[in-house]
């Protein structure tokens, strides 16, 4: 048992679970695993309106001017689940009469193949806030066309979606990715701080970049 406030650690999970998710025992694994598909499959299909292409969050304002009003549909993914409910709280209050803002799907964790999947059915740009693609789902995005940007302020957030909703989106910024790698050890140098000793999972690492 655990009372309100006392950390604990759980093991075993792929994901991370959603604020207010209930805990329930079941008597095998398997029977857990079942439920759990079940659950995330719901979650995804609600989620899901008519099959669309999605572009750039230019072109997808852009193409529905002829619209008596149009839809901004995101999928919100960030860092921890307080930064989920921060972003939902500021992009409500965003939809004006021309546009409305909907977000068909959040989630805590990296940019994954099915987020991806999921923006290029309901038509949606994919928000990533403190974090960044898995490199299957990078390359997934850039051969289905879904706009991944990214953010480390929410104010960021704001202004850039208030903006294209108005259409006074500036110019998009691209942010190329050479590679990916993880951190397996951080060792503290004196005079010099934290080095991080990394492994490199994907792309090339070079002096310079």
């Not at 572009?55 to 149009?70: F, I, P, Q, V």
């Not at 549909?73 to 921060?86: C, T, Y």
């Not at 010099?192 to 994907?202: Q, R, T």
């Amino acid at each position: 048992s655990a009372g309100p406030s006392m950390p604990v650690e759980v093991w075993g999970l792929d994901s991370v679970p959603v604020a207010g998710d209930p805990f329930f025992e079941v008597q095998s694994a398997q029977r857990a695993k079942t439920i759990a598909e079940e659950v995330r499959s719901q979650r995804m299909v609600s989620g899901r309106t008519d099959v669309r292409k999605a572009r750039s969050l230019e072109e997808l304002l852009g193409r529905h001017t002829a619209e008596a009003k149009s839809e901004l549909n995101v999928i919100l993914k960030a860092d921890v689940d307080g930064s989920i409910e921060a972003l939902r709280q500021v992009l409500k209050d965003l939809p004006t009469d021309e546009v409305s803002l909907t977000i068909r799907h959040s989630g805590v964790g990296a940019v994954t193949d099915s987020d991806v999947v999921l923006a290029d059915a309901c038509d949606a740009i994919i928000i990533a806030f403190h974090v960044v693609p898995v490199p299957g789902a990078r390359k997934l995005a850039e051969e289905l066309g879904v706009d991944i940007r990214h953010y480390r302020v929410i104010y960021d957030v704001v202004d850039e979606i208030k903006k294209a909703m108005e259409g006074l989106l500036a110019p998009e910024e691209k942010e190329e990715s050479r590679a990916t790698a993880q951190v397996r050890e951080v060792f503290r140098i004196t005079k010099l701080g934290p080095v991080a000793g990394c492994y490199v999972s994907d792309g090339t690492v070079v002096r310079p970049a």
